[in-house]
């Protein structure tokens, strides 16, 4: 449903281990593979989960016979891969093959390597969780696609109700989806119920139930929350 929607801004919030990410690599692949001199871009939270997107990409060419090349980008943490791309025409009665420009993927973290590159198809993955998400989102992702018209695809699951994945959600500028643990054909309803009560109402929605958690009526957000607890850890006072 979400590969075959052509609108230029999608927004997917589902539970972990559903596919996000094989989806994600399938839709940069196929994009690149179709589109002579296009551009993709993967951005990921972290270098190590960039690295399992490139792994990904590259198990699925594998399973076929598609040539590219792989090279470092201008970073260490930046990969691109280049696909060839050729059409027939007939010239004095042959037909012969004339190579067109390449086609690239993009993959890397979310930092400032992803400035200067034209972009046809941005693809974040996990964006709920990024460090100032949204200064990454429209200082540096949206710019890309300006010139080229391009797509944006923002995969993830919800972080609650704050940040730039929740102002995106509720964006009229965002075609949404959702999919939920028991949405995956392979899981069942006692590992749905056995989840729900092995963990708290904040880690269920967000990794199971794909759901937007609201903080209830708090002065504060759940990340600032979070913050707060890692600095000052609960501990009862002396007593004298």
């Known amino acids: ?50 690295k399992d997107l490139l ?15 792989s090279q470092l980008g201008d970073s260490d943490n930046k990969t691109e891969l ?15 093959e004339r190579e067109l420009q ?9 930092t400032e390597s992803i400035l200067g590159y034209p972009v046809d198809l941005a693809l974040p993955d996990e964006l709920a ?15 890309r696609t300006y010139t080229t018209k391009g797509r944006i695809v923002a995969f993830s699951n919800p972080n609650g109700q704050q ?3 929740w102002e995106l959600w509720n964006s009229d500028q965002f075609h949404r989806y959702s999919f939920n643990f028991l949405d995956c054909p392979t899981n069942t309803q006692e590992e749905y119920d056995a989840l729900q009560r092995q963990l708290t109402i904040e880690e ?28 000052r850890p609960n501990k009862l006072p002396v007593m004298i």
């Not at 997917?12 to 002579?36: D, E, R, Y």
């Not at 060419?61 to 590219?68: C, F, K, P, W």
């Not at 969780?129 to 710019?143: A, I, K, V």
């Not at 199971?208 to 600095?231: C, D, H, W, Y």
């Open 204 to 231: 269920f929605d967000s990794t199971v139930n794909s759901i937007f958690t609201s903080p209830q009526g708090g002065f504060i957000s759940l990340k600032e929350r979070e913050a707060m607890q890692e600095e």
């Open 55 to 69: 792994r990904e990409i590259r198990r699925l060419l594998r399973s076929g016979s598609i040539e590219y090349k």
């Open 129 to 143: 969780f990024y460090e100032r998400g949204r200064y990454f989102f429209f200082q540096m992702l949206q710019p």
């Open 1 to 50: 449903i979400i590969a075959n929607d052509t609108h230029k801004r999608i927004i997917f919030a589902a539970a972990n281990q559903i596919g996000k990410s094989v989806t994600l690599c399938i839709m940069a692949l196929h994009f690149a593979l179709n589109n002579p001199g296009k551009t993709v871009l993967l951005t990921s939270r972290g270098l190590e989960q960039a």
């Open 163 to 165: 940040g730039v994945y």
């Open 102 to 110: 390449q086609s690239r993927i993009i993959v890397c973290p979310a």
């Open 82 to 96: 280049y696909f060839k791309h050729f059409e027939q025409v007939e010239y004095e009665g042959k037909v012969e």
